[in-house]
């Protein structure tokens, strides 16, 4: 309240205002509003997929951080010995153990880890079936 609007006030001819009438809100005052229970719905705006062929034992570690870091990881182990191919299954089976998350084998040496933002979904097969979609291509029917 400014000096003129108290001897105003004083006076009688003005009504002093005690300020209960105007309640400032956050987004009144300029200031921004802040809420806590907000929750992102979109929080992996690019989802990353870590195709490997791993040779040897030593890769272990980057793969394992790979899903730490919630990126899905396809393996193929063609090409690796088999003890090795083993002993990175059997570290990255424990690895996503720990991280709530789940692999699939899709082929013979080719396996699917994923963390456990992602979901597998195997139905999507049958239909592709019933449909005649998974029939030999370049072959009559």
Not at 25 to 48: D, L
Not at 116 to 125: C, G, I, V
Request: with cysteine.
């Amino acid at each position: 309240m400014s000096v003129v609007d108290k001897i105003w006030s004083f006076l009688g001819v003005v009504e002093e205002d005690d300020g209960d009438d105007f309640i400032a809100t956050p987004s009144q005052s300029g200031k921004p509003a802040t809420t806590n229970n907000v929750v992102s719905i979109h929080s992996n705006k690019m989802m990353k997929v870590v195709i490997s062929e791993p040779t040897k034992f030593e890769e272990v570690q980057d793969l394992a951080d790979h899903l730490k870091n919630r990126k899905q990881l396809i393996l193929n182990f063609e090409k690796t010995p088999p003890d090795v191919a083993q002993r990175l299954a059997d570290f990255l089976c424990g690895t996503i153990y720990a991280l709530d998350g789940q692999f699939q084998q899709l082929g013979t040496y080719i396996y699917v880890f994923a963390p456990n933002n992602m979901e597998f979904s195997r139905e999507h097969h049958s239909l592709m079936r019933k449909h005649g979609f998974a029939t030999n291509s370049g072959g009559n029917r």
